[in-house]
C-alpha cells in the first residue's frame, strides 16, 4: 500500500525541530541533512514578505533520480523513493536530475530521506513527524494523507485564499502532500517540476549502454579473477615438481657417492 507524507506549511512554525530529529534518529554525519529549514526574503520593497522554506525530499513517483541511476541504488517501494547507498557508485547523475534539488554526495555516494524505512516497516513512525510540534507533519496511507490535506487546505482558504495541496498530480504524483498557503511560485516551489531532456536521453540511451558496461566490467573482474586463481596454481604446482625434483632420487645418489 502506498505511504505518503503530509507537509502543512500553514502549520509549520520554523522550529527545525524535525532537522534534529532528522540528523539524529538517522545518526547522519556532520554536514549531512535530509531537512533544511531555508530563511527566505522575496518581493521588492515595499511589497516584501519573509518567511522560510521547508525543503526535503517530494518522494516523485516520476522520479528523475530513479530514472537515471544505473545500479539500482535510487528505487521507488511503498509510494515512496528510497535510497541503497551500498550499490551506489557514485556517478551523481541523481545530483544532477532532480527537479527540486534534493540529493547529496557525501562520502562519495547519495544520500536523501528514504522515508525512514527501517523505522516504518518496524511499525514506528518517521522521526521528524514524532518530533513536529505543530501538527505540520502527518504520515500514513496516501489515501488518508490527500484526505486530510485537502480538508487543511479547505479551512484555511478563509485565512490564506489561494491555499491549495500540492503533489497530486506533479512529477507524476508526490509522496509529500503539502498544504500550501499560496500558489508553488511565490513559495519558490516549482508549480510544474520538469525532468531534464538530458534524463529521458539518459533512460532510452545512455543508460543500457552504461548498465551494460557495468556489467562487462563485472564479467571482466571475474574472468581476471579465475586468470590470477589459475596462474597462481601454475605457479605452486612448478613450485611443487621443482621441490620434488631436488629431493628425489638424483638427490638421493649424489648424497651416496658423496658419503
Same mark, same amino acid.
Given at each position: 500500500?502506498?505511504?505518503?507524507? =503530509?507537509?502543512?506549511?500553514?502549520?509549520?512554525?520554523?522550529?527545525?525541530?524535525?532537522?534534529?530529529?532528522?540528523?539524529?534518529?538517522?545518526?547522519?554525519?556532520? /554536514?549531512?541533512?535530509?531537512?533544511?529549514?531555508?530563511?527566505?526574503? #522575496?518581493?521588492?520593497?515595499?511589497?516584501?514578505?519573509?518567511?522560510?522554506?521547508?525543503?526535503?525530499?517530494?518522494?516523485?513517483?516520476? $522520479?528523475?533520480?530513479?530514472?537515471?541511476?544505473?545500479? /539500482?541504488? =535510487?528505487?521507488?517501494?511503498?509510494?515512496?523513493?528510497?535510497?541503497?547507498?551500498?550499490?551506489?557508485? /557514485?556517478?551523481?547523475?541523481?545530483?544532477?536530475?532532480?527537479?527540486?534539488?534534493?540529493? #547529496?554526495?557525501?562520502?562519495?555516494?547519495?544520500?536523501?530521506?528514504?522515508?525512514? #524505512?527501517?523505522?516504518?516497516?518496524?511499525?514506528?513512525?518517521?522521526?521528524?513527524? *514524532?518530533?513536529?510540534?505543530?501538527?505540520?507533519?502527518?504520515? /500514513?496511507?496516501? *489515501?488518508?494523507?490527500?484526505? %486530510?490535506?485537502?480538508?487543511?487546505?479547505?479551512?484555511?482558504?478563509?485565512?490564506?485564499?489561494?491555499?491549495?495541496?500540492?503533489? %497530486?498530480?506533479?512529477?507524476?504524483?508526490?509522496?509529500? =502532500?503539502?498544504? =500550501?498557503?499560496?500558489?508553488?511560485?511565490?513559495?519558490?516551489?516549482?508549480?510544474?517540476?520538469?525532468?531534464?531532456?538530458?534524463?529521458?536521453?539518459?533512460?532510452?540511451?545512455?543508460?543500457?549502454?552504461?548498465?551494460?558496461?557495468? $556489467?562487462? @566490467? @563485472?564479467?571482466?573482474?571475474?574472468?581476471?579473477?579465475?586468470?590470477?586463481?589459475?596462474?597462481?596454481?601454475?605457479?605452486?604446482?612448478?613450485?611443487? &615438481?621443482?621441490?620434488? @625434483?631436488? &629431493?628425489?632420487?638424483?638427490?638421493?645418489? !649424489? !648424497?651416496?657417492? #658423496?658419503?
Amino acid at each position: 500500500m502506498s505511504q505518503a507524507f =503530509l507537509l502543512d506549511l500553514t502549520q509549520c512554525i520554523g522550529c527545525t525541530g524535525c532537522v534534529v530529529a532528522c540528523k539524529t534518529g538517522n545518526e547522519l554525519a556532520e /554536514g549531512t541533512s535530509y531537512i533544511e529549514i531555508r530563511n527566505r526574503e #522575496r518581493g521588492t520593497f515595499p511589497d516584501v514578505t519573509a518567511g522560510f522554506d521547508n525543503h526535503r525530499c517530494y518522494h516523485c513517483t516520476d $522520479a528523475a533520480c530513479v530514472k537515471v541511476c544505473p545500479t /539500482g541504488a =535510487l528505487f521507488q517501494e511503498d509510494g515512496l523513493t528510497r535510497v541503497n547507498s551500498d550499490a551506489c557508485i /557514485g556517478c551523481q547523475y541523481c545530483v544532477q536530475a532532480c527537479p527540486y534539488d534534493v540529493p #547529496r554526495m557525501a562520502d562519495g555516494v547519495s544520500t536523501k530521506c528514504d522515508g525512514c #524505512r527501517d523505522v516504518t516497516r518496524a511499525g514506528g513512525t518517521p522521526w521528524c513527524v *514524532q518530533t513536529c510540534p505543530s501538527d505540520a507533519l502527518q504520515y /500514513g496511507t496516501r *489515501q488518508e494523507i490527500a484526505a %486530510e490535506a485537502h480538508r487543511r487546505a479547505s479551512v484555511m482558504r478563509e485565512k490564506y485564499p489561494n491555499a491549495q495541496v500540492y503533489g %497530486e498530480s506533479q512529477a507524476g504524483g508526490l509522496g509529500m =502532500l503539502v498544504v =500550501l498557503p499560496d500558489d508553488p511560485q511565490a513559495l519558490g516551489i516549482p508549480a510544474d517540476p520538469v525532468i531534464p531532456t538530458v534524463t529521458e536521453a539518459w533512460q532510452d540511451f545512455a543508460q543500457p549502454i552504461g548498465v551494460g558496461a557495468i $556489467a562487462l @566490467t @563485472t564479467v571482466g573482474a571475474g574472468i581476471a579473477a579465475v586468470i590470477a586463481r589459475r596462474n597462481r596454481l601454475a605457479e605452486e604446482q612448478a613450485h611443487a &615438481t621443482a621441490d620434488a @625434483t631436488a &629431493t628425489g632420487p638424483a638427490a638421493d645418489h !649424489d !648424497d651416496e657417492e #658423496r658419503s
